[in-house]
Nanobody, 127 residues
Framework: QVQLAESGGGLVQAGGSLRLSCAAS????????MGWFRQAPGKEREFVAA????????YYADSVKGRFTISRDNAKNTVYLQMNSLKPEDTALYYC????????????????????WGQGTQVTVSS
């Protein structure tokens, strides 16, 4: 089992940047695919980005491609989400999640495939 704790959210103006961090407990962090998701008020939780066990492969939602970068440091049990060129529509509660399963096209972006979730960190982008 793994416990996840996000940090780094806040209020930023459009065009600004934030870096989110997600610290994981446990000694098996490197065996999990890690993902970032977000949920805006009144909307369903949606996929943002995912990274494979070693960090060698990444995958992004079209809405953030070219602006967000996911990375991980297995020595520190931490996954990051660097967010640049932020837009008001990026405003949401951001969650990190861990998946014990494989790196397949259908699985890595599916909310219901992830096994463990953090509590979320709020990102608010003002116009």
């Amino acid at each position: 089992q793994v416990q996840l704790a996000e940090s780094g959210g806040g209020l930023v103006q459009a065009g600004g940047s934030l870096r989110l961090s997600c610290a994981a407990s446990g000694r098996t962090f490197s065996s999990y695919v890690m993902g970032w998701f977000r949920q805006a008020p009144g909307k369903e939780r949606e996929f943002v980005a995912a990274i494979s066990w070693s960090g060698g492969s990444t995958y992004y939602a079209d809405s953030v491609k070219g602006r967000f970068t996911i990375s991980r440091d297995n020595a520190k049990n931490t996954v990051y989400l660097q967010m640049n060129s932020l837009k008001p529509e990026d405003t949401a509660l951001y969650y990190c999640a861990a998946d014990r399963g494989g790196w397949s096209a259908g699985r890595r972006s599916a909310v219901n495939e992830y096994d463990y979730w953090g509590q979320g960190t709020q990102v608010t982008v003002s116009s």
